[in-house]
């Protein structure tokens, strides 16, 4: 039996957890970014540009939808159920041997629950995505409510800025943590 097998660096980058949960949608924001500045008649990078807190918390959400999908495909498509309607069925419990006998016990105490932690962790995403829409939302008001230079005047001209603190470096590193949580739920 052979060892893991070894795959070129750029591959295991490719294949690393942190690389499609992390990396791809923060290159994804990047370009975001650009793509706003260059649509501009100016070609110039202003304040509001770096606001993409709702880039990377739509980023976590698409991903997380993927990673909930991907766990429904676990439960129905896992080889689990067949190979423990094989275990239960009548031709394999005449099979006398007692090491097999444990072997298979085991196989299926082990399938059962892989199969449970798969059901609980869907259960619990349901409950972890909630959790997110609403953070989005409270973000959403409090850049509404305490981002924006002058937003008492009510001027909408169109020339508002977003506030550095309250309007860009807080909601976006409430977005980077959101998108790590949801990288690191999935992987788990």
Known sequence: MSGPRDYPFFYAILLAWW??????????????????????????FERNDWFICFELCVSAIFIFIIGMIDLVHQMVNAPSAEILALLDSPSMASVQDNAFQDQASTLSKLLTEQHDIIVEKFGLSWGMLTLIFLIVMTISAFVRMQGWENHNNNNDDGTAQLRVRNGIVLPNIVGLLILIAVASWIRV
């Open 19 to 44: 690389f499609k949960g992390i990396v791809v949608p923060l290159v994804t924001a990047g370009i975001t970014i650009f793509f706003k500045a260059n649509s501009k008649p100016t070609l110039r």
